[in-house]
């Protein structure tokens, strides 16, 4: 199939990355790519579904995955999984020589090997430029789930409709479901029996990048998990802290021992990312070197600084985050830099993830959560129209109208878009600025 003919399809069928930031999927298609990676690396703890959802649908997945090789004429297709999940590698071996250009390529069992940059390097031995795209050094990245929905697209000519979740924490059987896009969060929860705590607060994502959210926010093309915790949980404490306390607390207890930049997982890659002289100069106010400043734009936010590192408990990917929005709000961007060589000492500064489940409180939440492979039913969805990187896609329906499971209800822009589609048959009861009800 021809680059051009694949794209159409996958634009057109509103693919975009399931795993992260929700990059629209044809725009990764290139002839610049020689490798391609599909990422089973489960970056996050406690998130299960990748691995899941490969095992479930190993060859549909590799015939999709073979198809996005021979479209971009890639000379290798490498399958980076975590060597612990080995039921999953012992369903990936039954097939995959099938596939002459495939390879799996088993990744140690440490925060954040999910990590594009970090993938990349393990698998390949390439360092992405700081700042730069995987596509620079000819590798592009794929998610498990978003391999899948190629193959849906490709040959079931099925859009993107619904979600892989998994649901976990303080809830009464941990759970990984299939629910219709636009799903409100407390109806995918009460999927997994009672809550199981008073007080309960919604960490959507992974315990280390996800963000907390009210129960009536919708499910999107990049909603991975919901993880419940009670209120007075001490990662539900870490993560909500406030700015103006971080940086008193930075000056009054940063000592410079350097852990944070030493277990930077970007930094041992040699990336200008040195959070010890951030929380230095910040902390002091010191503005003698912007660069110390700019090089935040380089962070990744994997949050291990702050929540594995510091032996202090100081907070240092949250203020470092709190001025790369600063920084982008006035319109500067990272400057172009080359790498530094690759730390001699990297492999003996992993985070591994025993002990970070253990240093996160999370341990006794590290359950099955079995995947069930039926999508769920919805009453009401709520869809949004901007679940990508680039334009939000344009309604096209309005109030009254009568569409089926599968419509496109919102045309992708001008740019970088894709299409929206209904994940439920029913009634238009609102089309706003953000947003498409559908009952």
């Not at 399931?18 to 990676?37: E, N, R, V």
């Not at 099925?158 to 219709?180: A, C, L, N, Q």
């Not at 919604?202 to 998990?225: C, I, S, W």
């Not at 329906?397 to 994940?423: E, F, M, T, W, Y």
Request: net charge neutral; proline share 5%; glycine share 8%.
């Amino acid at each position: 199939m021809e680059i051009a003919s694949l794209s159409k399809i996958l634009k057109e069928n509103g693919i975009v990355g399931a795993g992260g930031a929700g990059f629209p999927t044809y725009a990764k298609l290139s002839d610049k790519a020689d490798t391609i990676i599909m990422n089973c690396a489960e970056c996050e703890p406690l998130l299960k579904l990748h691995r899941q959802l490969l095992k479930e649908h190993v060859h549909e997945i590799l015939k999709a995955f073979a198809l996005i090789a021979e479209t971009v004429q890639a000379k290798e297709a490498i399958i980076g999984i975590k060597e612990e999940y080995e039921s999953t590698i012992e369903a990936l071996e039954e097939y995959i020589g099938e596939f002459p250009m495939m390879r799996i390529h088993k990744l140690p069992g440490a925060y954040p090997m999910g990590d594009e940059v970090i993938l990349i390097y393990e698998a390949t031995g390439k360092v992405v430029r700081p700042g730069g795209l995987p596509i620079e050094c000819g590798v592009a990245v794929f998610n498990v789930e978003t391999v899948y929905n190629v193959y849906r697209a490709v040959w079931e000519n099925k859009p993107v409709m619904d979600k892989y979740v998994s649901v976990v924490g303080e809830v009464e059987h941990p759970i990984t479901v299939r629910v219709p896009i636009g799903t409100r969060i407390r109806d995918v929860v009460a999927m997994a029996g009672k809550i199981t705590t008073a007080n309960p607060v919604y960490l959507l994502g992974g315990p280390m990048m996800g963000n907390f959210g009210e129960d009536y926010l919708p499910v999107t093309k990049t909603t991975n998990a919901i993880i419940v915790l009670p209120k007075d949980h001490s990662l539900v404490l870490r993560k909500t802290g406030r700015f103006a306390t971080q940086v008193a607390r930075a000056a009054s207890s940063c000592c410079q021992c350097q852990c944070c930049t030493d277990l930077c997982p970007r930094h041992a890659l040699g990336h200008p990312i040195e959070p010890h002289l951030f929380m230095r100069a910040a902390a002091n106010k010191d503005f003698s070197n912007v660069e110390t400043y700019i090089n935040t734009l380089f962070c990744s936010s994997c949050g291990l600084c702050e929540m594995f590192s510091c032996p202090q408990g100081l907070s240092p990917r949250s203020m470092m985050a709190e001025f790369k929005g600063n920084l982008r709000k006035a319109g500067i961007k990272p400057p172009v830099v080359q790498p530094a060589p690759v730390s001699t000492s990297r492999e003996y500064r992993r985070a591994w993830e025993g002990r970070l489940l253990a240093r996160l409180g999370l341990g006794d939440y590290d359950k099955e959560a079995e995947l069930d492979d039926v999508v769920r039913s919805a009453a009401e969805v709520k869809i949004m129209l901007s679940q990508h990187i680039g334009a939000p896609a344009a309604a096209c329906v309005k109030v009254g109208d009568q569409v089926a499971a599968g419509d496109v209800i919102a045309q992708a822009a001008d740019g970088l878009s894709v299409n929206i589609h209904a994940s439920v048959s029913g009634t238009v009861q609102e089309v706003a600025k953000g947003y498409i009800i559908i009952k």
